[in-house]
């Protein structure tokens, strides 16, 4: 009896977490969450020593989400909720790449994302700051989608949307 109750709970679960997916991706730029958030809407932002060229296009898009939310991204110092970073990697696709682990659905210190030099190297600097502005989407909660918005799981795709979307900043300030 325990054991069905369970069940049909996780069944409900799965249905609701089902529900507000589609709900969340019928709009024309809407979003979707990748099941973590920080404890608290003050999260800290560690920058490691980097090119001019990529600290800009972090700093930018930090400010970007910060102002565009309800999630203040305060420049902090190493063990930070967040450590932004640039690497030179030609074995992979990836121009950014965000790495983040949670417990719970919160956030563990640090996530770290990573601007990729080998493709943003030959970016102008607005398109730097638009893959840094997506990989600081997943650091504080939103997931990939596949249609033209800030999220758009690839550059090409994002199609020169450089910025979170209204829908973005709406999905982050449901989340904190
Ligand atoms: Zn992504």
């Given at each position: 009896?325990?054991?069905?109750?369970?069940?049909?709970?996780?069944?409900?679960?799965?249905?609701?977490?089902?529900?507000?997916?589609?709900?969340?991706?019928?709009g024309a730029n809407a979003y979707?969450?990748?099941?973590?958030?920080?404890?608290?809407?003050?999260?800290?932002?560690?920058?490691?020593?980097?090119?001019?060229?990529?600290?800009?296009?972090?700093?930018?898009?930090?400010?970007?989400?910060?102002?565009?939310?309800?999630?203040?991204?305060?420049?902090?110092?190493?063990?930070?909720?967040?450590?932004?970073?640039?690497?030179?990697?030609?074995?992979?696709?990836?121009?950014?790449?965000?790495?983040?682990?949670?417990?719970?659905?919160?956030?563990?210190?640090?996530?770290?994302?990573?601007?990729?030099?080998?493709?943003?190297?030959?970016?102008?600097?607005?398109?730097?700051?638009?893959?840094?502005?997506?990989?600081?989407?997943?650091?504080?909660?939103?997931?990939?989608v596949?249609y033209q918005t800030l999220m758009a799981?690839?550059?090409?795709?994002?199609?020169?949307i450089?910025?979170p979307t209204n829908d973005e900043?709406t999905g982050?300030?449901?989340?904190?």
């Amino acid at each position: 009896m325990l054991k069905a109750q369970k069940s049909l709970k996780a069944t409900v679960i799965t249905m609701i977490a089902t529900l507000m997916i589609l709900f969340s991706a019928s709009g024309a730029n809407a979003y979707v969450y990748n099941g973590g958030k920080w404890g608290s809407a003050n999260i800290t932002v560690y920058m490691y020593p980097m090119s001019s060229k990529s600290a800009s296009a972090w700093t930018a898009a930090r400010d970007n989400w910060s102002q565009a939310t309800d999630v203040n991204l305060y420049a902090g110092s190493p063990g930070s909720n967040i450590t932004l970073n640039e690497t030179y990697n030609a074995n992979v696709t990836w121009d950014g790449i965000a790495y983040t682990s949670r417990s719970g659905g919160v956030f563990l210190s640090p996530a770290n994302a990573y601007l990729n030099t080998r493709y943003t190297n030959g970016y102008t600097n607005i398109k730097t700051r638009g893959v840094a502005a997506h990989e600081i989407g997943h650091t504080i909660g939103l997931a990939d989608v596949n249609y033209q918005t800030l999220m758009a799981g690839n550059t090409p795709l994002r199609g020169g949307i450089y910025y979170p979307t209204n829908d973005e900043i709406t999905g982050i300030n449901r989340l904190y």
